[in-house]
């Protein structure tokens, strides 16, 4: 959807599609009608929109075509296997992976320049804009590391780690004013990290060096792992990802869901992530046990920073 206006992006998929998964229904629900169709040659993995732009993301390749009727066809640029359709789409930049895996190209829609971040070694997995386009963060297959770039010069502002072991990353979010991130993966941890006080965006970021750092004067000792010296979440909290097909199952049910079409995996998706203000968020699940958690950051009793969770609700199943 369109911020709040009446244009919805839709774009079929489930095991009985209303529209071919290659083709894009700008839907306006003011005027109960389709505004745009766009038909594309292979299937859509995701669609991003605004007021100007709208950006599509193909298993090899992202299009972005002018917000006007009929569309005006704007850059095509390869990437490597999507089929997540990574891609972030800001006012005056889009963000999505390079043509090597772990790679990301950022696109001035002004002026189609392109730049190529060297992310990660290996491929991308989640990747998110800050509200205002200033701040990128990024997440690989392998689940350990966020790195966090300012997207006017490419500059690398941080490394985040999840963890040590290897995860699944659900999401990465950063909150509207750009102070925190917050990530979820198959472990059920949903992770509240620092983000550095940037002030002018083209300089070095400034933190505070103590914050996050788990294992103090440990981490300054020469030659020690890195992960004695990173950066990792100041607050974390459980949340709910179990998976209802599975559960369906090994409970006997006839009912239990296949693999779902258009899904890389074929599984529902969990552990979704939305700011809903500077401290509160939501994870999302979807599945026959869909349901909604919602987190608050706050000052625990020891007067350190916490997450806890405010309040739930199943929206689907029983």
Known sequence: MLDRTNYV?????GKQPKFPQNKLIIWDDGKQKVAITLELRTQVYRVRLSRSKIVIALQNSIHIYEFCSPPNKLFVFETAD???????LG????????????????????????????????????MDLSADGEVLATASEK?????????????KIAEL??????????????????????ATSDKSTLHIFDLPKVTVLDSKA??????????????KIPFMPRAFSDTYSFASVRFESSDSSSTASESGSSSAMGPIPGLPDGRPVKGLIGWLDELTLVVVGTGRDGRWERFVIMAGEDGK???GRESWKRYLGR
């Open 91 to 126: 006012t005056n930049i889009v963000a999505f992976p390079g043509q090597t895996p772990g790679k990301v190209q950022l696109v001035e829609l002004g002026t189609g320049n392109v730049s190529i971040l060297p992310a990660h070694d290996t491929a991308l997995r989640a």
């Open 82 to 88: 999507n089929q997540r359709g990574l891609c972030c």
């Open 206 to 219: 400034s933190s505070d060096p103590s914050i996050g750092h788990k294992w103090g004067f440990l981490g």
């Open 143 to 155: 689940g350990t590391l966020v790195k966090v770039f300012s997207t006017s010069n490419c500059a």
């Open 305 to 307: 920073r916490c997450c």
């Open 9 to 13: 992006a839709l774009v079929g998929g």
């Open 161 to 182: 780690r999840r963890g040590v072991d290897p995860a699944t990353v659900f999401s990465i979010k950063i909150s509207p004013d750009n102070s925190f991130l917050a």
